[in-house]
C-alpha cells in the first residue's frame, strides 16, 4: 500500500512537472517597452526580360508603395498583456508620411493587417529570447514558422544575437503556358527583444521564355531600444583627470622608494 502511495505521489509530480515545463515552454512575453521605437530603411530591385511587363507584377501590387518608401518607423504606444500597440510611419520619397495604428498579440500572431487605416503588424515583433525549433507564435497562420537558428549579425547598434526564419517554396501554374514562381523569404529578429532588425523578399517568376526578378529588402538603420554611450566632453575630462592622479601617484611613489634606495646607500 505504501509503495502503491509513493509511485502515484511520485506520478502526479512528474505530471504536473511536465505541465509546468510545457506551459513555459509556449509562453510568450513582450520584450519592447511603450516609447520604444525602431526605424527600417526599404528598398525594391525589379527586373524583367519581358517588353510587355511592367512594374509592379500583377500578383503584387503591394509593390508599389513599397518602391516610394524611404523608411518606416514604429513606435510602441500600448501594452496589454501580450498585446502591443503602435503607430508606424511611412515615409515617401517625395517626402510626405502616413501614419495609421496598428497592433500584434505576440502569443497568438493575431494583428492588424494592411488597409488605408491600419498598419500591418503580425511578424514585425515576435517574444524574446526564442530558441532554434521554438515556433514565432503560439496559434494561427504562423504557428506552424520555427526559428531555423540563432546566429550573430551587425547593425548600426553593434553585433546583435539573432533569431533566423527561412521560408522558401516554389508554385508552378500551368495555364496557356507555364509559370514557376519561386519565393525565399529570410526574417532576423533580436534575440533580447523580439523586433524585426531584417527582412529580404526574394522572387523569380519564370513564364515561358520570360524571367522577372523583384526583391523587397527592409534592414533596421536606427532604435531607442540599445545605444551605443558616446564619449561626451564630461566623460572625457574626468579620464583626463584620473589618469593625471594615477600619474601623479606613481611618480610620488617612485620618488619615495629612489629617496629610501639613496639613503640605504649612505649607511
Known sequence: MKSKIILLTSLSI??????????????????VNISDSFTHEVSV????????????????PWLEPFNQTEWMQCTISGITGTNVSAQLTQHFKNGTDLTRPGWLDIDTGEGSNETTTTADMPMLLISPNLETNDTLYTTGDFASFRINETITRYYPGGPRDTNHLNLTYEVVYVNGGTMTLRQTSNY???????????????????????????????NITDSNIWTIPEHTPLTILATLLALTTITATLAITHKKLKQKQHTTQIY
Open 188 to 218: 532576423y529578429w533580436d534575440k533580447t527583444t523580439g523586433v524585426l532588425v531584417e527582412m529580404s523578399m526574394q522572387v523569380t517568376n519564370q513564364t515561358n521564355q520570360y524571367l522577372t526578378t523583384w526583391a523587397l529588402f527592409t
Open 14 to 31: 512528474f505530471l504536473l512537472s511536465a505541465t509546468i515545463l510545457a506551459t513555459l515552454a509556449q509562453a510568450r512575453t513582450v520584450g
Open 45 to 60: 530591385e525589379w527586373s524583367t526580360n519581358d517588353t510587355g511587363t511592367t512594374f509592379p507584377p500583377t500578383y503584387a
